[in-house]
């Protein structure tokens, strides 16, 4: 079976020499990954303390900052809190997921009007904003090279601004993106 990797090669070489490809929507998703994404176990172990936590505390009125993760190493002692300084720890698009239905992605809420539940029932799942979050604070972990960092994920307009990597060879499969959310999602890393 062939790899994520060697079939975007794959396909990449192809559309370069010239070749006439259609990619169905599902094949074009299965072709994305998050820009920044856990690599080790601790990542991952944070990714998903991070959105279990937005999941149970989502509507913690701020000021409000939550300790998610931390993990004592010899030297070093590694922090992960969630907090919001004015609304809710989580803004109201933060659990929406996105879509591709004929080569345009949507963000579609949890609970859509008609519209959007055709998207949702006919188009192919990318991710959802909480899974995007939790993946980046995940890799954010791993790659804290200061003492404290702030990663937010406020107002998104486009598959880059969630974390999502658009290979340019696919980019020409993406019409439109109707994305404009407010999820509303602030971690702090810290090594102490």
Same mark, same amino acid.
């Given at each position: 079976?062939?790899?994520?990797?060697?079939?975007?090669? @794959?396909?990449?070489?192809? @559309?370069?020499?010239?070749?006439?490809?259609?990619?169905?929507?599902?094949?074009?998703?299965? @072709?994305?990954?998050?820009?920044?994404?856990?690599?080790?176990?601790?990542?991952?172990?944070?990714?998903?303390?991070?959105?279990?936590?937005?999941?149970?505390?989502?509507?913690?009125?701020?000021?409000?900052?939550?300790?998610?993760?931390?993990?004592?190493?010899?030297?070093?002692?590694?922090?992960?809190?969630?907090?919001?300084?004015?609304?809710?720890?989580?803004?109201?698009?933060?659990?929406?997921?996105?879509?591709?239905?004929?080569?345009?992605?949507?963000?579609?809420?949890?609970?859509?009007?008609?519209?959007?539940?055709?998207?949702?029932?006919?188009?192919?799942?990318?991710?959802?904003?909480?899974?995007?979050?939790?993946?980046?604070?995940?890799?954010? @972990?791993?790659?804290?090279?200061?003492?404290?960092?702030?990663?937010?994920?406020?107002?998104?307009?486009?598959?880059?601004?969630?974390?999502?990597?658009?290979?340019?060879?696919?980019?020409?499969?993406?019409?439109?993106?109707?994305?404009?959310?407010?999820?509303?999602?602030?971690?702090?890393?810290?090594?102490?």
């Amino acid at each position: 079976m062939w790899s994520k990797h060697e079939i975007s090669e @794959l396909v990449k070489k192809a @559309l370069e020499a010239g070749a006439v490809l259609e990619l169905t929507d599902s094949q074009v998703v299965s @072709l994305l990954s998050f820009e920044k994404s856990p690599a080790s176990d601790v990542g991952g172990n944070v990714m998903n303390r991070v959105k279990e936590a937005v999941f149970l505390h989502a509507d913690k009125k701020a000021p409000v900052r939550l300790k998610v993760f931390e993990k004592q190493w010899p030297e070093k002692k590694f922090e992960v809190f969630l907090f919001s300084n004015e609304g809710k720890l989580a803004g109201p698009d933060a659990f929406d997921e996105l879509y591709l239905f004929k080569g345009n992605v949507y963000s579609v809420p949890p609970t859509p009007g008609k519209e959007l539940q055709i998207v949702k029932e006919k188009g192919s799942r990318i991710t959802s904003f909480v899974e995007a979050f939790a993946a980046r604070i995940g890799a954010g @972990l791993e790659e804290l090279k200061e003492d404290f960092e702030t990663i937010e994920m406020s107002r998104i307009g486009s598959l880059e601004q969630a974390n999502i990597m658009v290979p340019k060879f696919l980019k020409k499969f993406i019409k439109t993106e109707f994305i404009d959310a407010d999820v509303g999602l602030h971690a702090e890393l810290r090594v102490v």
